[in-house]
């Protein structure tokens, strides 16, 4: 079991030193922050990873790069929508020297929390924004299932990370309906999930899976999923307590089926116990390929 992830924070402040002293009392919170000097920046890192990457934003007065804005209100208010536009579901705490504190504070009442830099103020912005992240389904999941989450961060090809991430949390959020069409849909991103960790293992090692045995790279859009898995049986890669070869399988072939015809998952009563079923072995895949990358089997 690994250790528990930290919260990954984005900050942007352009006072590199002050947010070096602030990672040093949000190492007990299990934060690391992700330091950016300027709102662009810290769009384009957002934008880069993905907004599920990180637990919150923590946004100085001084936010841009080259402003010619002198009026904090207007830095503050552009900086603040326009950050909320790229992170929709993040939570944002603003942190603010004392001269003019509470002008900002009154600035964004009821809206933002606004905390100062002064060290006893320190505390409880770090405890505001632990409680706010908290309530993300991405940061929930990610403590429920921290193995799976650990070998998406550590181990899927970066290119599709955020895909992956993006994939398994409406997956899972799908876990508490009902409701065929959104039970198809989630289907569909397990299905896409599978084709990932086969293109990671392709990129990681390709005498496991080689470049023809990878539907849709470089042209190969006739090789079947099958091939693939006849390819791993034979070179004895999905031995794993009896079960890996199965769930592979049936993971892929029931949301191919079932993820595009929603109408035919009615029809042959595909409920929301069988999609639990298929999540979960969804998750054993993960176990699976972490313990490939590994070199456990």
């Not at 990681?204 to 693939?228: A, H, L, W």
């Amino acid at each position: 079991m690994p250790k528990k992830q930290p919260l990954s924070i984005l900050i942007i402040d352009d006072n590199t030193d002050f947010v070096q002293s602030l990672q040093r009392q949000a190492n007990p919170y299990c934060i690391q922050l992700e330091h950016v000097t300027n709102l662009e920046d810290g769009e384009k890192i957002i934008t880069l990873k993905g907004e599920k990457a990180f637990g919150g934003i923590i946004l100085d007065r001084c936010c841009y790069q080259d402003s010619f804005m002198q009026n904090l209100r207007d830095i503050l208010t552009i900086g603040t929508l326009s950050l909320a536009k790229k992170a929709k579901s993040l939570p944002i705490v603003i942190l603010t020297g004392e001269k003019g504190f509470e002008d900002v504070k009154n600035q964004f009442y009821g809206v933002y929390p606004v905390f100062s830099k002064d060290t006893t103020d320190i505390d409880s912005m770090l405890s505001c924004i632990v409680e706010e992240s908290s309530r993300l389904n991405h940061i929930k999941y990610s403590r429920e299932y921290p193995d799976v989450f650990y070998t998406i961060d550590q181990y899927i090809l970066p290119k599709l990370k955020n895909n992956v991430r993006d994939d398994l949390v409406f997956a899972l959020d799908a876990l508490l309906s009902t409701d065929i069409t959104e039970l198809s849909a989630g289907l569909n991103r397990l299905r896409c999930i599978v084709e990932s960790i086969l293109f990671s293992i392709n990129n990681f090692d390709k005498s496991i899976i080689p470049d023809e045995k990878v539907r849709n790279y470089k042209g190969n859009e006739e090789v079947k999923f099958g091939d693939t898995m006849k390819h791993l049986t034979l070179t004895g890669r999905l031995v794993q307590y009896g079960i890996i070869d199965q769930s592979l399988w049936r993971v892929y072939k029931t949301a191919s089926k079932y993820g595009a015809h929603p109408d035919l998952a009615k029809e042959d009563f595909f409920s929301s116990y069988s999609y639990r079923a298929i999540v979960y072995q969804t998750l054993d895949i993960f176990l699976w390929y972490r313990a490939l990358r590994e070199g456990v089997i």
